[in-house]
């Protein structure tokens, strides 16, 4: 039921123009749209405030809160998307702190709606921006409008239809830049992870010839796996991500600033090689003499026992190994990273695993045999692995 003592006014309609928007349908995609455009407006609203009131350190009490927009219906004619301000006029918030609701001027929200529109089309137009736009606010229009593509665009509408604006893309970029060296787009890159640095939580993608970062940060665990293991197999194994990036004013990828997807985007059969079920099942099929008319074959059991133990320390962490028979009819697991080399000779009968780590610039080598009659056996082959992990 709706509220009896809060009205709805019409604020700015935005009319999205393109092919997705035929129909009068908005996709989901670009709902983020308009609360981006909801925190714009806010920001040159708080902008002006605090030019108004110099002697202010913050604003009014409710301020925020009385500027609240909501979308209600689609309207025909591309998509064309209203955006009702709620108007509550019990609003604790004490006119004479803070000019609201004059119906003789317009508030400081108005004001701020009125200001973008006018920079969005002095930079459609090439033309200077409006003195009074805070330049403070531009990495706002990072966020807004971040989802349009290159044969989109917002035509953006006061409520009496005289001050209108048309953002695209272009506009966009041009309005990040007045103040920022770079601006964000969506952004999908495909390559080599050359560096993983688990201390300054960054890790490289190597795109062409440039090396682009990305943090670690607010990764999952399923995507800091497929980076660590496309890092220690970097020449067959590559990564998609997708997400935000940063560019510079050529549309220059400069950096991964937020990562949504990452995952292998190597040919199947790369990755196939490091999956330990078919290669386990590949090593089954070793029968009697299969080196050179000598080797024994790898026990049932002893596969089965390698695959639970291969499992565990997977979903501890630890990368995906190369696996080799050895004539003995056991099976051993090698890592390459760079500037070292480990290995580690799984033994069912004594269910015991014997690595061996050297650093292949010094010479230097750790030797360990670990028990992985527990969990805590496990956690010592990984944190063996580790210490050799860039």
């Known amino acids: 039921m709706a509220d009896p003592k809060t009205d709805l006014q019409t604020f700015v309609t935005h009319v999205l123009k393109g092919a997705r928007f ?3 349908s908005v996709p989901l995609s670009v709902l983020p749209d308009f609360t981006a455009y909801r925190d714009l407006v806010l920001e040159i609203a708080r902008a002006l405030f605090f030019r108004d009131h ?3 350190q913050r604003v009014p009490k409710g301020f925020e809160e009385s500027f609240d927009l909501v979308l209600r219906s689609i309207g025909e004619g591309s998509a064309v998307a209203p955006l009702e301000r709620r108007i509550r006029p019990n609003l604790s918030v004490v006119p004479s702190q803070l000019p ?9 929200f108005e004001q701020a709606r009125d200001v973008a529109n006018k920079t969005i089309e002095a930079m459609r137009t090439n033309t200077p921006a409006p003195a009074n736009f805070p330049l403070e606010a531009v ?3 990072n966020s807004f409008g971040r989802t349009l593509r290159d044969d ?3 035509e953006i509408l006061g409520p009496d239809k005289s001050n209108t604006a048309i953002y695209t893309k272009k506009v966009r970029k041009r309005l990040v830049l007045l103040r920022e060296s770079t601006y964000e787009d969506a952004v999908e890159i495909t390559g080599h992870i050359v560096h993983f640095d688990t201390q300054k939580r960054t890790f490289g993608l190597l795109d062409g010839e440039q090396t682009i970062t990305g943090s670690l940060d607010g990764l999952s665990e399923e995507q800091l796996r497929t980076i660590r293991t496309a890092a220690v197999h970097t020449e067959v194994l590559s990564v998609r991500a997708s997400g935000t990036g940063a560019f510079d004013s050529l549309d220059r990828l400069v950096r991964l600033v937020t990562i949504k997807d990452l995952t292998f985007a190597e040919d199947e059969n790369l990755r196939e090689e490091l999956d330990v079920d078919k290669r386990l099942a590949e090593l089954a099929d070793l029968g009697e003499g299969w080196f050179d008319g000598s080797g024994a074959p790898i026990p049932p059991r002893s596969l089965e ?3 639970s133990s291969l499992k565990r320390a997977e979903a501890g962490g630890l990368q995906r190994p190369y696996l080799y028979p050895t004539p003995e009819g056991m099976v051993q697991a090698e890592w390459s990273f760079p500037g070292a080399e480990v290995s580690a000779l799984f033994d069912a009968d004594s269910n015991s695993v014997s690595c061996v780590g050297v650093h292949t610039k010094s010479g230097a080598h750790r030797d360990e045999d670990i028990s ?5 056996g496990i956690e010592r ?3 063996f692995v580790g210490r050799f992990t860039p």
Not at 100 to 107: G, I, M, Q, S, W
Not at 372 to 376: F, G
């Open 152 to 154: 989109e665009s917002i």
């Open 22 to 24: 035929e129909g009068h």
């Open 54 to 56: 110099p002697e202010r």
């Open 139 to 141: 990495r706002y229009f």
């Open 305 to 307: 026992w390698l695959a």
């Open 381 to 383: 082959l990984i944190s």
């Open 372 to 376: 992985l009659l527990d969990t805590s």
């Open 100 to 108: 609201l609701l004059n119906a003789r001027a317009p508030d400081y």
